[in-house]
């Protein structure tokens, strides 16, 4: 069949959600790569990926496109899916022999729900869909294929076995291909990596146990699979001699510093190469390999730190210490890799004693950049499980992630500190943060190293402003 992967419209600013856990708007604009969608896509000749969102298109423009196909594969997430169904009826109502599949983290823990919700809606694809979506796209009858939810013939929704979780990871090829195939590179963009840059996979799980984490616990599963090191550096290398353009790679793995002799062969290899590079990392990595990675290439790591709060850690089973984090950002530091840090807000036992704590934390580890976000339970989560175990959602336990606008909620409420204290948290502590002496030199000198960087700045500067705006309104 002929077929269309596509990311849907949705909020002006939403960044897509396709390689994202916390599917809001931004609070500086920034789009990430649809690998999810890109990666089926790579395996079904003369299919599409359209990505609505980045290339700014509306719903009739975007219907237009989506009508041209036999298949259309949405990727959804549980704060878009209404929209993305709304979007599915629209696309039936325009061309009612079209076949309609969703994949994505929230129709995999809740097919059922999924496929109720609209008879526009004619399959959904759990687990890894990657195959999934290949058989159908080839026309293997629904009820043969292994991982798919369905609406039969007389109506009813069967649920077939699950599919295996995928070992060979250097079966699927290469997602760069797609990317300069169907993609504007030039619409991802991102405020601590180079633009234009290119995000990649080089493996899918996470061994790590994080309450709130979302694709461990619904899509890839907690066994860190990986492509081997000469698969992932030959597409490097594809990349490098088929995109001049890109200026740095994301290996965007949960945790790519995982395997550490993987990690450090892979650099290697970058450093061969001669390609600036970036990826994921947990906040544990020893000076050595930190070093190893810095000297072949590596310019930037993102590290989930979390809380400032030793025992919210355990809680949300972090398996990390804020003394080992202090000791890696001090590491970081004198090595001269950058760091963009993650914190969220109203894990379980938080208060406003531990927001106060991680605030100072976070200046001082001092990231170049922060992101904070506010306690997402996503469901299929533990996070999800507790909250509604503990009465933490709202009375009629509707999970209300983002407003309508796209812009995060705090989800999560405690007898001791309300919805309302945490959503305004989160603007302090951006501000406590950037708005120091020595964070506004740091990003000033940053600005002065080039014309480039300071027109950058300076539109992301007036984004995080309106943002900081709408946040408090």
């Not at 892979?266 to 050595?288: D, F, H």
């Not at 930037?300 to 950002?329: C, H, P, W």
Request: with cysteine.
């Amino acid at each position: 069949m002929k077929t269309l992967f596509l990311q849907a419209p949705s909020f002006d600013g939403f960044d897509g959600g396709a390689g994202s856990r916390y599917q809001a708007k931004r609070e500086v604009k920034s789009f990430w790569y649809p690998t999810w969608l890109a990666q089926p896509a790579a395996l079904i000749p003369d299919s599409r990926v359209f990505d609505a969102t980045a290339n700014g298109a509306s719903v009739d423009e975007t219907l237009d496109v989506a009508q041209q196909y036999d298949l259309v594969i949405i990727h959804t997430s549980t704060p878009s899916f209404p929209t993305d169904a709304l979007f599915a009826q629209h696309l039936k109502e325009r061309k009612p022999s079209i076949l309609i599949g969703m994949v994505g983290a929230k129709v995999a823990v809740d097919p059922h729900n999924s496929l109720t919700a609209t008879e526009a809606i004619d399959f959904v694809g759990r687990e890894e869909f990657d195959f999934t979506c290949k058989e159908v796209a080839e026309g293997v009858p629904f009820a043969q294929i292994k991982g798919l939810s369905y609406r039969a013939a007389d109506g009813s929704i069967e649920h077939n076995e699950a599919r295996p979780i995928l070992e060979n990871m250097d079966e699927l090829p290469f997602v760069a291909p797609v990317y300069k195939r169907d993609l504007k590179i030039e619409n991802y963009f991102n405020g601590y990596l180079k633009h234009p840059y290119v995000s990649l996979y080089t493996g899918r799980g996470c061994r790590s146990r994080c309450t709130f984490c979302l694709w461990p616990h619904t899509v890839g599963g907690h066994r860190y699979r990986v492509r081997s090191a000469e698969h992932v550096l030959e597409e490097v290398k594809w990349i490098r001699d088929n995109m001049p353009e890109v200026k740095e790679i994301m290996f965007d793995d949960d945790t790519f510093t995982d395997f550490r002799p993987r990690a450090e062969e892979i650099a290697r290899g970058m450093g061969k190469l001669g390609v600036t590079w970036s990826c994921n990392a947990k906040a544990n990595v020893p000076y050595e390999t930190l070093k190893i990675m810095r000297e072949n290439g590596l310019r930037l790591l993102l590290v989930g730190y979390e809380s400032g709060d030793d025992q919210i850690l355990v809680n949300v089973k972090k398996g990390l210490r804020t003394d080992m984090a202090r000791r890696f950002a001090k590491d970081c530091r004198a090595l001269g890799i950058k760091v963009h840090g993650t914190f969220i807000l109203g894990l379980p036992g938080e208060t406003p004693e531990t927001i106060r704590k991680t605030i100072e934390y976070a200046k001082e580890v001092n990231p170049l950049t922060i992101q904070v976000s506010l306690a997402a339970p996503y469901p299929g989560t533990v996070l999800y499980d507790q909250a509604v175990e503990n009465g933490w959602l709202a009375e009629n336990k509707v999970i209300n992630l983002v407003s309508k606008e796209g812009v995060q909620l705090a989800a999560i409420g405690y007898p001791h500190l309300s919805r309302d204290e945490m959503y305004h948290q989160l603007e302090n502590f951006y501000k406590r943060f950037y708005f120091r002496p020595s964070k506004i030199w740091e990003i000033l000198r940053e600005m002065f190293t080039s014309w480039d960087m300071m027109k950058r700045r300076l539109r992301e500067g007036v984004e995080f402003f309106r943002f900081l705006r709408a946040h408090q309104a």
